[in-house]
């Protein structure tokens, strides 16, 4: 089958516009989840006191904040003037301005590391981002990146990406083609990213845990509520189809079924680099 051509312009200012809409259920949903990364993916990435950090995509501010619990001197910067807003509110005390992660506002050598949780896959051209996260950087300074892993291992994500392929469900015209959504989940594709912006000692590992949801309705309403293309790969559908959409999803979920809800295997790909 033929990829589908991908309008890098179109599919960020897609994504932006989509979290404009979608920080609070963001917040509400992955918040949990996303924090039980933030600690490996500061220790890749070597913060501690007086560490300049970059947050990119820094979203609710959490990484901002448990890098500034290091001591560390960190700005955080987002597409997003909703996710800003609510990172403001959160952590008043910590700076967080707008910014692009493929053209950041920053001189080079700016900082000692660049931390990004989960920011690749929003990304219409993540090599230019690659390239702006080296260029920011000091000489010696390290970025730590975190992707979601394959949907067989990233369970709670990967019941929906089941369902719609079990539907047979099909990208509604009015969503712009991105890169895939889980390139990066391939080890040697998530290095190769690195060293090809001229990053050495680099390294790629995998953080997995479990994720507790009360029930498939919870897990379905945060998946939809807190997504930008997932939710709208579903929500662009018709109603037939979202309905079937739904119907397997429920039957997929049932194999994660526990005494308390559901118990969802998560698992995520870090990877680290040094700038020469």
């Known amino acids: 089958m033929t990829e589908p051509t991908i309008d890098a312009d179109a599919f960020n200012a897609f994504e932006a516009a989509g979290w404009e809409q979608k920080a609070a259920g ?103 981002a690659a390239a702006e996260f080296a260029r920011v950087l000091a000489s010696g300074g390290r970025v730590a990146l975190s992707v979601w892993d394959l949907p067989d291992r990233a369970r709670f994500l990967g019941v929906l990406v089941d369902a719609l392929a079990a539907a047979g469900a099909t990208p509604p015209p009015d969503v712009p083609a991105g890169p895939p959504i889980f390139r990066f989940a391939d080890d040697e594709e998530f290095a190769r990213l690195l060293r090809g912006q001229g990053f050495e000692d680099v390294d790629v590992h995998t953080v997995a845990f479990t994720h507790s949801e009360p029930s498939p309705d919870s897990l379905w309403t945060g998946l939809l509520g807190g997504t930008v293309r997932t939710s709208a790969l579903i929500l662009g ?39 020469p």
């Open 237 to 275: 559908q018709t109603r037939e189809m979202q309905e079937q959409i739904r119907a397997a999803f429920d039957q997929i979920v049932e194999r994660h079924a526990a005494a308390a809800g559901l118990e969802l295997p998560v698992s995520v790909k870090l990877a680290a680099g040094r700038k």
């Open 26 to 128: 963001y917040e509400a949903f992955f918040g949990p989840i996303v924090r039980q990364v933030i600690e490996p993916l500061l220790d890749a990435a070597g913060v501690g006191r007086d560490t300049r950090v970059l947050d990119v995509a820094s979203g609710p501010g959490h990484v901002s904040a448990a890098a500034a619990a290091r001591a560390a001197a960190v700005v955080g910067v987002d597409v997003a003037e909703a996710m800003i807003a609510l990172a403001r509110r959160q952590h008043p005390e910590l700076d967080f301005r707008p910014g692009d992660a493929e053209s950041l506002p920053f001189a080079d050598d700016s900082f000692d590391a660049v931390v990004g949780n989960f920011v690749l896959l929003h990304l219409g051209r993540p090599e230019r």
